[in-house]
């Protein structure tokens, strides 16, 4: 069974500062990875995917995320965060190998960055 | 270009009522999913259409039906609602599924916000 985990429910970070939130993911064979973002009151947007090939991933709103298969890992980093950043992240996968087994998502990170 | 649409966005039931939550997508997507948000649990998967004519159960499908519709509807219903279904509901697609090796990313509705008194 594929799973996700968050370690962090929240992220405090100052405006200006790097910011990172963690994914760890387990699946069975190889992975698709996603990252999510969620607004209040508002649905999941799109922010990256990793699908194969280059391990750093670049996404939407100068975020970018850094695929590690030996930690199996998928962080999410971006270098100077904005207040308008904070919001709340979800990290997802997909075991590449199966037929149609859904998507998994993480418990989520709040991310709160401070002006 | 609406995408994923979802109906109602908000609704209050009495325990033991019974309603249908409303998807709709317009990409031509193939696979529909529903998820249900819950404070600290992330989102969990309550069913899925991997192609028109299927559905499966996902990680918490007890109280809930789905049908799918045809290839751009995928309802979900609540039989006889309890308060432990007072949630957030989303609907999701994505382009591709069946026995198809999925590599795009989930388009999701708005929400629909369920509380069961």
């Known amino acids: 069974a594929q799973s996700v985990a968050q370690p962090e429910d929240q992220v405090n970070v100052a405006e200006g500062n790097p910011l990172t939130v963690k994914c760890t993911y387990s699946v069975s064979g190889n992975p698709y990875l996603f990252w999510y973002v969620q607004y209040p009151n508002r649905g999941l947007q799109f922010l990256l995917k990793y699908i194969t090939g280059d391990n750093l991933v670049k996404g939407s709103y100068g975020f970018e995320a850094e695929f590690n298969k030996s930690q199996t890992s998928f962080h999410l980093k971006k270098p100077s965060a904005l207040v308008s950043d904070s919001a709340l992240y979800f990290c997802?996968?997909?075991?590449?190998?199966?037929?149609?087994?859904?998507?998994?998502f993480g418990k989520g990170t709040r991310l709160s960055v401070i002006a | 270009n609406a995408g994923v649409t979802q109906t109602p966005k908000f609704q209050v039931l009495k325990t033991g009522q019974s309603m249908t939550l409303q998807c709709a997508q317009d990409?031509?997507?193939?696979?529909m999913y529903w998820y249900r948000q819950d404070p600290g649990m992330g989102l969990r998967l309550i069913y899925y259409s991997a192609s028109e004519g299927t559905t499966d159960k996902g990680e918490v499908p007890n109280g809930y039906n789905v049908s799918r519709l045809n290839k751009r509807e995928f309802s979900l219903r609540l039989e006889s609602a309890a308060p432990s279904q007072t949630s957030v509901y989303f609907c999701?697609?994505?382009?591709?599924?069946?026995?198809?090796?999925?590599?795009?990313?989930?388009?999701f509705g708005q929400g629909t916000r369920l509380t069961v008194v």
């Open positions: 990409m031509n997507h193939n696979s």
């Open positions: 997802a996968v997909r075991d590449r190998n199966s037929g149609n087994t859904p998507l998994v």
């Open positions: 999701a697609s994505i382009q591709k599924g069946g026995q198809q090796v999925l590599n795009t990313e989930a388009f």
